[in-house]
T-cell receptor, first 117, second 112 residues
Framework: GAGVSQSPSNKVTEKGKDVELRCDPISGHTALYWYRQSLGQGLEFLIYFQGNSAPDKSGLPSDRFSAERTGGSVSTLTIQRTQQEDSAVYLC???????????????FGPGTRLLVL | AQSVAQPEDQVNVAEGNPLTVKCTYSVSGNPYLFWYVQYPNRGLQFLLKYITGDNLVKGSYGFEAEFNKSQTSFHLKKPSALVSDSALYFCAVTGSASKIIFGSGTRLSIRP
């Protein structure tokens, strides 16, 4: 079956431009997560969507970052006025989260490698 | 505050030898613990998790992990390492209603 997909796989942009990263979760998964993995670093939690509940945005590093999830499925992470420090791999994950918690196994996409020049 | 630590950046093991990748945690209430693996140029894959029950959890690819409440640890183990086990391993922890936190990762290198 299809796993989590992300697009684009690679993105090169100039400082100050806006970028949109897309995530298609596994069909039927109600929970969706975004993480950032900088070179040589662990995973940094960004945002968590669970069904129709208000998302947990506590990990977003600044107001330049935003995310939405339309129709409880596809999600878009938007970074406005990109900075060089935004360069990283952005990972999306989904889970079948019947309890509205972080306890379920997460299935990760391949990531989008963002390079801000 | 909730936290997870992987004290070793790198672990080197000869093929056929047992391996251990260490993880300690701090969380309020009962912990929920995970191990994920990231192979080169591939996404993260779930290995195993502890939610409740037996302290010894068995997972994919012959890996297992032991939950030790008194030592607040959840070390990943495998009796006999394979070269193909070489990858980046992440431990993660969450509480009953808190967001998941990942460790900084441990790079496991298995030499032939």
């Amino acid at each position: 079956g299809a796993g989590v997909s992300q697009s684009p796989s690679n993105k090169v942009t100039e400082k100050g431009k806006d970028v949109e990263l897309r995530c298609d979760p596994i069909s039927g998964h109600t929970a969706l997560y975004w993480y950032r993995q900088s070179l040589g670093q662990g995973l940094e939690f960004l945002i968590y969507f669970q069904g129709n509940s208000a998302p947990d945005k506590s990990g977003l590093p600044s107001d330049r970052f935003s995310a939405e999830r339309t129709g409880g499925s596809v999600s878009t992470l938007t970074i406005q006025r990109t900075q060089q420090e935004d360069s990283a791999v952005y990972l999306c994950a989904s889970s079948f989260d019947g309890r509205g918690s972080y306890q379920e196994t997460q299935y990760f996409g391949p990531g989008t490698r963002l390079l801000v020049l | 505050a909730q936290s997870v630590a992987q004290p070793e950046d790198q672990v080197n093991v000869a093929e056929g030898n047992p391996l251990t990748v260490k993880c300690t945690y701090s969380v309020s209430g009962n912990p929920y613990l995970f191990w994920y693996v990231q192979y080169p140029n591939r996404g993260l894959q779930f290995l195993l998790k502890y939610i409740t029950g037996d302290n010894l959890v068995k997972g994919s690819y012959g890996f297992e992990a032991e939950f030790n409440k008194s030592q607040t640890s959840f070390h990943l183990k495998k009796p006999s390492a394979l070269v193909s086990d070489s990858a980046l391993y992440f431990c993660a922890v969450t509480g009953s209603a808190s967001k998941i936190i990942f460790g900084s990762g441990t790079r496991l290198s298995i030499r032939p």
